[in-house]
């Protein structure tokens, strides 16, 4: 069964630092990996999919890279902002089309 | 287009009632997924749909717990009867195409008292 873990699960920085997100999963036969935002009280909204083929995706202040072989994914966000402020969730897709979250990081970037 | 709807928005219902969750995919979506949100659990996916069709139920915690998809534009979620336990917030999500980004819906947050 395919597990997915998030470290940290909270996270508190000032405004301007870069910070990298980790992800990792146990099962390597994925679909895609994909990071979410959730904003308290409100849905997800999708912010990088990685097809299994690729190793990153970048938008913006983000960039996510995959390593397939060991598991592993991280988020990357450039010169934070008290707007950053959310839980990001990351998810795979496995090989039963089934998609799979992690806990959650909740980071507040303060001003 | 006006994204994934769901409704209602907050459901208040006491232990033992009937309680029906429904969703609007986006036009053209052909994958429709369920899932519930609690703080314990994190995010779960209870049901996915393809084409109107049921693909995979396996994570319907019970059998009080049903799904729907009667046409490509809607879907119902049905907990009968419903129990405190069940208090959680339901998404829906639909996709084109398993490999491409799902959209999600707001949520409806369920409270059974």
């Known amino acids: 069964k395919q597990e997915v873990t998030q470290i940290p699960a909270a996270l508190s920085v000032p405004e301007g630092e870069n910070l990298v997100l980790n992800c990792s999963f146990t099962?390597?036969?994925?679909?895609?990996l994909q990071w979410f935002r959730q904003d308290p009280g409100k849905g997800l909204t999708s912010l990088l999919l990685?097809?299994?083929?690729?190793r990153e995706q970048t938008s913006g202040r983000l960039n996510a890279s995959l390593d397939k072989s060991s598991g592993r994914s991280t988020l990357y966000i450039a010169a934070s902002q008290p707007g950053d402020s959310a839980t990001y969730l990351c998810?795979?897709?496995?090989?039963?089309?089934?998609?799979?979250f992690g806990s959650g990081t909740q980071l507040t970037v303060l001003p | 287009d006006a994204g994934v709807i769901q409704s209602p928005r907050h459901e208040v219902t006491e232990m033992g009632q009937e309680v029906t969750l429904r969703c609007k995919p986006i036009?053209?979506?052909?994958?429709l997924f369920w899932y519930r949100q609690t703080m314990m659990r994190g995010l779960e996916l209870l049901i996915y749909?393809?084409?109107?069709?049921?693909?995979?139920d396996s994570g319907m915690p019970e059998d009080r717990f049903s799904a729907k998809m009667p046409n490509a534009s809607f879907s119902t979620l049905k907990i009968q009867p419903s129990e405190p336990r069940d208090s959680a917030v339901y998404f829906c999500?639909?996709?084109?195409?398993?490999?491409?980004?799902?959209?999600f819906g707001p949520g409806t947050r369920l409270l059974v008292l």
């Open positions: 998810a795979v897709t496995g090989s039963a089309r089934q998609l799979t």
């Open positions: 099962d390597s036969a994925i679909y895609n």
């Open positions: 990685i097809q299994s083929s690729q």
């Open positions: 036009s053209g979506h052909d994958y």
């Open positions: 749909f393809n084409n109107n069709v049921p693909i995979d």
């Open positions: 999500a639909s996709v084109l195409g398993v490999e491409e980004t799902q959209y």
